[in-house]
């Protein structure tokens, strides 16, 4: 399963990101983004959001990554 981070830009700085889960490749999600008209979803937050494709200026989606905590670096770094 992969992780990934979809990023819609509305315009100005206008921004709502979203974490999703899928077994299809980025471009593949990229396209179902693509043929949503609108978009609701829940995030990791619990904030619901809801607009409309035909506001949104660019999509981004890249591999997300979980946060790194405090702690001891790896060797190497």
């Given amino acids: 399963m992969n992780k ?3 990023n819609y830009y509305l315009g100005g700085e206008l921004q709502v990101t979203r974490v999703i889960e899928s077994d299809q490749t980025k471009a593949d999600v990229l396209e179902l983004a693509k043929a949503e008209s609108h978009v609701t979803f ?3 937050k619990g904030v619901l959001h809801f607009f409309s494709m035909d506001d949104v200026k660019l ?3 890249h591999d997300a990554r979980k946060s790194v905590g405090i ?3 790896p060797a190497g770094f």
Avoid: S
Wanted: zero cysteines.
């Fill in 59 to 61: 999509v981004t989606i």
């Fill in 42 to 44: 829940e995030d990791e």
């Fill in 71 to 73: 702690g001891p670096r």
């Fill in 4 to 6: 990934y981070t979809v």
